[in-house]
C-alpha cells in the first residue's frame, strides 16, 4: 500500500477516447435524427468514456459523511448543533430524503460519521468513524491538524476502494453537518481570491442579518489564516469540516482509479473544486447533478466549468439533487445500448 504522500502525487486516470469514438459512432447509427436527443446522448458518451465500456448506471453507490464544525460557536447557523446527529438517526431509519431516494434507486447507502461533537450510541447502518468531536473553530484556529486532515481524506479514500470491489459503477457522495455551508463558503473563498460577500448564503435558512453576520466571520477566519491559505490541502485543513475532506478524498480516489462521480450541490461542488485544484484533471470524473439554490454554487459551478444537468432549486445536501440525476443517466445508458440502429431496423438513411 502506498503511503499518503505517494497517493495524493497520484495522477488523474486517463479517459477512455477510444471508447468515447465508439459511443460517438454507435449514437450517429440509432434510428433517430442526429442530435435529436440531447443532453442525453451527450451523457451516455460521456459515461462510455469514463467506464471504458457501453455506458452503465445499475449499480449506484452513495455515501453521506457527517460531522460537527467548531465555527457553530459564532453563531452562524439557523438551526442547532444537535441536528447533525438527529439527522444521522434519521439516515439509518429511512427516514431522511436520502435514505427513501436511495431505496428507490436501489443504490448502496453508506452512512459515516467522521465526527459529531457527541459520540453516538451503536446505530445499525451507520459507520462510526469520529475523528474527533467535531473541527475546531476556525474563527479562532485551523479547523483541522494536518493529522486529522489527513485521516479524513484517508476516509473517504477507503470507502472508494470498498465501492470499487464491490463493483460500483457510479459514485455519489452526500453531506451532512450543521453550519457546514460556512465551511465550504470559506474553502470556495480562498480557493478562488474572493470576497465571502459574493459566496456565502442562507445555508438551513439565514435570514439577511444571518447572511451579513456569517459573511463578517468569514471575512474574518480568511483574515486570521491568510498566511496559510496557499495550497488547495492546506486551505481544506485550516477551513473545512471532516466530512468536506472526507469528500474531497472519495473524490480524488474516483478519479485516480476512474470511477465516475455524481457531484451533488455546493458543499459537494467545493469539494470537487478541492479535489481538482490538487489533483488537476480530476474533473473529468465528475458529472454535475444540479444547480442548487445556494448562492455560491453558480460562482463554484463556473469555476469548474461545469454544466450542471438540473435546476430545480433544490438546497438539501446529504446527496438529494445527483441522487434525483441517476434515473435520468440510466435512461440515457438504455437509449445508448438498447435503440436499434438503421441497420439492424432495416431502415434505409439516415434521419435528417
Not at 473541527?135 to 485521516?151: G, L, R, V
Not at 465528475?286 to 444537468?309: M, R, T
Amino acid at each position: 500500500m502506498i503511503d499518503f504522500t505517494q497517493w495524493l502525487t497520484l495522477p488523474a486516470k486517463t479517459i477512455d477516447q477510444n471508447a468515447a469514438d465508439a459511443a460517438l459512432t454507435r449514437q450517429s447509427q440509432l434510428t433517430k435524427p442526429a442530435g435529436s436527443l440531447g443532453q442525453l446522448e451527450h451523457l451516455a458518451v460521456q459515461l462510455a468514456a469514463m467506464q471504458g465500456t457501453p455506458p452503465q448506471a445499475d449499480h449506484v453507490h452513495i455515501t453521506v459523511y457527517a460531522a460537527d464544525h467548531g465555527v457553530m460557536a459564532e453563531n452562524i447557523s439557523a438551526y442547532p448543533q444537535s441536528v447533525t446527529s438527529a439527522m444521522i438517526r434519521n439516515f439509518a431509519s429511512g427516514g431522511a430524503a436520502i435514505s427513501v431516494l436511495a431505496k428507490q434507486l436501489t443504490a448502496s447507502l453508506d452512512v459515516i460519521n467522521v465526527g459529531t461533537v457527541t459520540e453516538l450510541e451503536a446505530i445499525k447502518g451507520v459507520q462510526d468513524q469520529r475523528i474527533a468531536n467535531g473541527t475546531a473553530n476556525f474563527h479562532q484556529q485551523a479547523a483541522m491538524s494536518e493529522a486529522e486532515c489527513e485521516q479524513a481524506l484517508l476516509i473517504g479514500q477507503h470507502n472508494v476502494e470498498c465501492c470499487l470491489q464491490n463493483g460500483t459503477q457510479l459514485y455519489i457522495a452526500g453531506d451532512m453537518g450543521i453550519g457546514n455551508t460556512t465551511a465550504a463558503s470559506a474553502m470556495a473563498c480562498a480557493l478562488l481570491n474572493l470576497p465571502a460577500e459574493q459566496l456565502a448564503g442562507p445555508g438551513t435558512g439565514l435570514n439577511a442579518e444571518g447572511v451579513s453576520h456569517k459573511a463578517k466571520i468569514i471575512s474574518e477566519a480568511l483574515l486570521l489564516h491568510k498566511d496559510h491559505l496557499d495550497s488547495p490541502l492546506s486551505i481544506l485543513r485550516y477551513l473545512g469540516g471532516f466530512e468536506i475532506a472526507a469528500m474531497v478524498g472519495s473524490y480524488l480516489h474516483c478519479a485516480k482509479l476512474g470511477l465516475p462521480v455524481i457531484i451533488d450541490g455546493f458543499i459537494s461542488s467545493v469539494a470537487a473544486l478541492c479535489a481538482e485544484r490538487i489533483c488537476p484533471g480530476s474533473q473529468a470524473w465528475f458529472l454535475f447533478s444540479h444547480h442548487s439554490a445556494e448562492p455560491g454554487h453558480g460562482v463554484v459551478l463556473k469555476a469548474l466549468e461545469a454544466q450542471p444537468l438540473l435546476n430545480f432549486q433544490m438546497r438539501l445536501g446529504e446527496a438529494s439533487g445527483a441522487a434525483v440525476v441517476v434515473p435520468l443517466l440510466r435512461m440515457a445508458c438504455a437509449l445508448h445500448n438498447q435503440m436499434a440502429t438503421f441497420e439492424e431496423a432495416a431502415i434505409a438513411g439516415a434521419i435528417s
